[in-house]
């Protein structure tokens, strides 16, 4: 509005013509991708199989097996929502993709499939080894496979791919230096065989496999060839005795893993019972912001030592467990500077050795199914060595006391001889179980003194 002034001199108000407003332009309305359908694209970003197992999310991949890869496909999802999804869009991932475990199922497997978006139990025979290209069947009329690419199987898997070739590879290094460890051949396949059931975690070896003898005699390097074989380094542990039974979170490491070294060990209290109850098939674990829960084990235990454990179980339960092999020959040292390199894992992670030592255990793996498994009575006599090495007054049972028929031997007699020899006395109950196991007689009295019968005395 304005005012203006005519030809007469009058004032006039005039008002503009109002000008057309501007039109505001609508908004496209697009859908906000829900949470749902973010895990969906992060999964389609990831482009492998995944598994929620033990508290961490595994990805499945030919060259490597399953390996834990949490932090990578946490990080994915935040890069592709733009912000933090561990409550949203992981939470829907983990529980899309969660092992079941002894609380939500009533069959703890080893391995699962996906079937229809979700795991079941995928049972394994024990004549069967899974490879990460497929199914390998040994039968005693020969053997048969069976590729699986096109399946997703959860599990411990050989990372080497099968082929007809592979059962006559061989590392001669490794079987050199076998030959040089253990002289007798009936040792040597006793080792075989029982290292064989490293590549069934399905399989239950109720014991620990150890290594025992001088310093610098190969114990530590045959371990590490063994451990590398079926899976590389991603396929082994390598914690401590000590550190499994004092750290509640360190048995998580033996998850999905065919074998656990421990090098060196040294004395650790509870050790007799951690092991006696992991090798009855189960381990309880308690990943970090979650509760505890009872897995199947599949690592094998593997141990190297100097000196043998101290048992404080009596009841021979534990000693029953170890597969006890001796090494009493050093290797020579030399003047080279890289004389450990052996010892290292990146050594026996090379393929070319990696085939020859897994050759070696599938056919120990087929001496097993057609022979059996049968500790032979040297490497119990070995064992029992090994004890009493640990165990002072064990050791003086079996050098001063020995079978003699329609003989008398007062426990007083055994409490005084360990006394005048610096050995603390068994007594009672204890004394009784190694006397029954290692001579087969029980406690008796003959007038009115309490002793063994059939025993006596070295002199």
């Not at 609508?26 to 992060?42: G, H, T």
């Not at 979650?290 to 141990?303: N, R």
Request: hydrophobic fraction near 35%; proline fraction near 7%.
């Amino acid at each position: 509005m304005k005012t203006i002034v005519d030809d007469f001199g009058n004032q006039i108000m005039v008002v503009d013509a109002q000008a057309p407003k501007a039109t505001k332009k609508k908004r496209v309305s697009r859908k906000k991708a829900s949470d749902y359908d973010m895990a969906q694209m992060v999964l389609e970003a990831w482009g492998k199989p995944m598994a929620f197992h033990g508290g961490e999310m595994w990805s499945f991949d030919p060259a490597t097996g399953w390996t834990v890869a949490s932090e990578h496909i946490l990080s994915l999802a935040n890069q592709m929502k733009g912000c933090n999804t561990k409550s949203t869009v992981w939470e829907i991932l983990v529980n899309q993709h969660k092992t079941p475990s002894c609380d939500t199922h009533p069959n703890p497997s080893t391995y699962w499939e996906r079937v229809r978006n979700r795991w079941e139990p995928f049972p394994v025979n024990s004549n069967q080894v899974l490879f990460a290209n497929g199914i390998l069947t040994i039968n005693p009329t020969g053997i048969e496979f069976e590729p699986t690419e096109e399946r997703a199987i959860f599990g411990p898997r050989i990372t080497i791919p099968f082929d007809d070739d592979l059962f006559d590879q061989h590392c001669s290094e490794f079987e050199d230096l076998i030959d040089f460890a253990l002289p007798e051949p009936e040792h040597r396949v006793y080792l075989q065989k029982l290292c064989s059931l490293i590549l069934q975690p399905h399989v239950l070896l109720r014991g620990q496999v150890v290594f025992w003898g001088v310093p610098h005699s190969g114990k530590s390097t045959l371990a590490t060839a063994i451990g590398m074989a079926p899976g590389g380094l991603t396929g082994a542990s390598y914690q401590s005795e000590k550190r499994l039974t004092k750290d509640k979170w360190a048995t998580i490491s033996l998850l999905n893993k065919f074998i656990n070294v421990s090098n060196d060990s040294d004395f650790s209290p509870s050790w007799e019972s951690f092991m006696k109850d992991y090798t009855t098939g189960m381990v309880s674990v308690e990943p970090k912001f979650h509760k505890p829960t009872s897995l199947p084990a599949t690592a094998k235990l593997f141990t190297t030592c100097n000196e043998f454990q101290k048992l404080k179980d009596m009841s021979g339960a534990a000693q029953q467990r170890y597969r006890v092999f001796e090494f009493t020959k050093p290797i020579p040292e030399s003047a080279t500077a890289n004389q450990s390199e052996k010892m290292t894992p990146g050594y026996w992670c090379d393929e070319s050795r990696r085939v020859g030592v897994l050759a070696w255990l599938l056919r120990g793996l087929e001496l097993t199914l057609s022979e059996g498994l049968l500790e032979p009575k040297s490497l119990q006599a070995v064992k029992q060595r090994a004890v009493g090495e640990g165990n002072p007054a064990i050791a003086w049972l079996s050098d001063n006391v020995e079978p003699a028929e329609n003989e008398f031997l007062p426990s007083s007699a055994i409490a005084e001889g360990m006394l005048s020899d610096n050995i603390e006395p068994l007594h009672g109950p204890v004394l009784a179980k190694f006397m029954f196991r290692m001579f087969g007689v029980q406690p008796t009295k003959e007038k009115r003194v309490r002793g063994y019968k059939n025993v006596k005395l070295i002199k």
